[in-house]
């Protein structure tokens, strides 16, 4: 079997060293492998979005002696020898045009919007003449991989690709070229494992995102187990409780500096009182299309002043917006004018997202649930309230919420009395033992031959990341301390090639 990894950047250490290890596992099988990278094709990256050149040649240099853990069958491909240089014209006023951009069939925009959301937060960056010279040089980078990526493929005739993430600027087309060609590829991702070790975790033919694949993710973790059916639906619901109790379940804790059964002030029981919930919308527009082509509204702000509209005048209606705590602080529009809406319109209440009011109470209090992908959809389905979803998620594809396809749809929703929830215990409590369940990795060993789990070091008050089998003199430490006074010393002695953009259109 002829298998072709790809990584592009030799910074991020866990994931590159995870595709060693498993490429080496490969190899060890019998198996024809190759191993490409980047090698400087692009000028950007995830890691190195300034496009500071000499730092890229840092990451070569440190993929290099990475690659040299491989074992000698394995053929090592640096894509800057395939790439050609090519001059292009690109054409486009607004970052929503940027996104439509495609390259050979590969949705290039979407990968460059994806770095740039990512590394800044901002959703509609400006686009003149000083800022175009920067969009311009990300696109003409990816579309250069692009290419060097389908002569590599040309070159090995691979009857499978593996790759990490896939999402990544500098990974989307070592995932949709061989896709275009319905060559199949395993994506890899890492969790944490019970034993406090990465595991391996395999999409098929798909982005971790994909919400098809997420779902067959659940399921096959579900069915899988060898937990009875009673210690899982016991693990399912204990996510729920813990996240209404303040208990770090799978993420962050959002309600900490909440105050439990505080309500909005003026709150009216004789109204039909609609909570919304939205999300960290840059989060969700860096994915791309995989959660967007489900979306109601073309943005939250615009979904909810529709709405708003819709409702003016009826006052046996008001809304109440609960600003997700993760845009606490971003000052970017998308978030800030949320707080216009109670000076333009009278039915609603926003609620800023550091402010004590309880969102468990909220939801409590509230008729109906409005949610725009976050996990409080399924949170406020579980606690059996009716929860209309206006975009992609997780659990989309679990029958727990209404999903209205239109606005009419959704109207009518809000206005249904008694309208019963959709909770399903068992489709819940699949996905809380998903995000609880630390056996759910392909492997249950961490690692095969090379450990890439990281560590960090602190050297003269700095802290490094490592991971322990990228070594030097047989020292990790030494290798840490290596690379990143190599990236000091770059970043001293050569200047961006761009200065990230960080205005708004």
């Given at each position: 079997m002829k298998i072709l990894f790809f990584h592009a950047?030799?910074?991020n250490k866990a994931p590159l060293c995870e595709l060693i290890d498993e490429a080496e596992k490969f190899a060890r099988e019998g198996n024809e492998v190759s191993f490409a990278y980047c090698g400087g094709t692009m000028e950007g990256c995830f890691s190195n979005p300034v496009m500071n050149r000499l730092d890229c040649k840092v990451c070569s240099h440190s993929m290099r002696k990475s690659l040299k853990m491989l074992d000698p069958s394995v053929?090592?491909?640096?894509?800057?020898?395939?790439?050609?240089?090519?001059?292009?014209?690109?054409?486009?006023?607004?970052?929503?045009?940027?996104?439509?951009?495609?390259?050979?069939?590969?949705?290039?925009?979407?990968?460059?919007?994806?770095?740039?959301?990512?590394?800044?937060r901002n959703l509609s960056p400006k686009i003149d003449a000083q800022t175009k010279p920067y969009f311009d040089a990300l696109l003409t980078a990816c579309a250069t991989l692009v290419d060097a990526v389908a002569s590599a493929i040309d070159n090995v005739l691979p009857d499978k690709v593996c790759l990490f993430n896939g999402r990544y600027f500098e990974s989307r087309p070592a995932l949709a070229v061989p896709r275009l060609r319905n060559i199949p590829t395993d994506v890899y991702e890492l969790i944490d494992g019970?034993?406090?070790?990465?595991?391996?975790?395999?999409?098929?033919?798909?982005?971790?995102?994909?919400?098809?694949a997420l779902q067959s993710l659940m399921e096959d973790g579900w069915n899988k187990s060898t937990k009875s059916l009673e210690e899982k639906i016991a693990i399912g619901k204990s996510f729920f409780e813990k996240r209404r109790n303040g208990i770090a379940a799978g993420d962050k804790v959002y309600v900490a500096g909440q105050t439990a059964g505080l309500l909005p002030e003026g709150w009216d029981e004789t109204k039909c009182n609609i909570a919304i919930f939205n999300s960290s919308e840059d989060e969700f527009a860096s994915i791309g299309t995989e959660f967007e082509k489900y979306s109601v509204y073309p943005s939250q702000i615009e979904g909810i002043r529709s709405l708003l509209k819709r409702f003016a005048g009826d006052d046996k209606y008001h809304f109440y917006l609960r600003v997700h705590p993760n845009l606490g602080k971003i000052k970017y529009k998308y978030h800030l004018d949320l707080y216009k809406l109670d000076k333009e319109y009278d039915n609603i209440t926003v609620i800023p997202a550091m402010d004590p009011i309880s969102s468990?109470?909220?939801?409590?209090?509230?008729?109906?649930?409005v949610v725009f992908g976050s996990s409080m959809g399924v949170e406020a389905s579980y606690w059996k309230k009716p929860v209309i979803l206006l975009s992609g998620s997780m659990?989309?594809?679990?029958?727990?919420?209404?999903k209205p396809k239109d606005e009419a749809q959704l109207v009518s929703l809000l206005r249904t009395e008694n309208l019963p929830s959709k909770f399903d215990e068992l489709s819940c409590?699949?996905?809380?033992?998903?995000?609880?369940?630390?056996?759910?990795?392909?492997?249950?060993?961490?690692?095969?031959?090379?450990?890439?789990?990281?560590?960090?070091?602190?050297?003269?008050?700095?802290v490094f990341h490592g991971t322990y089998?990228?070594?030097?003199?047989?020292?990790?430490?030494?290798?840490?301390?290596?690379?990143?006074?190599?990236?000091?010393?770059?970043?001293?002695?050569?200047?961006?090639?761009?200065?990230?953009?960080?205005?708004?259109?």
């Open positions: 950047c030799a910074f053929k090592l491909m640096d894509l800057s020898k395939l790439a050609v240089n090519k001059l292009f014209d690109w054409q486009y006023d607004t970052a929503a045009e940027i996104k439509q951009i495609k390259y050979k069939e590969v949705e290039i925009g979407y990968a460059v919007m994806s770095l740039y959301i990512s590394t800044t019970p034993d406090g070790k990465y595991r391996k975790v395999i999409f098929r033919n798909a982005l971790p995102h994909n919400i098809n468990y109470s909220l939801m409590d209090a509230a008729e109906k649930v659990y989309y594809n679990y029958d727990i919420c209404y409590c699949k996905y809380g033992f998903y995000i609880l369940d630390k056996d759910r990795g392909e492997y249950k060993e961490s690692y095969h031959y090379f450990n890439y789990n990281p560590f960090d070091v602190k050297i003269g008050g700095k089998c990228q070594k030097m003199l047989g020292s990790r430490k030494l290798y840490a301390g290596y690379v990143a006074a190599l990236r000091e010393v770059a970043k001293l002695m050569s200047r961006p090639a761009h200065k990230i953009p960080k205005e708004e259109e």
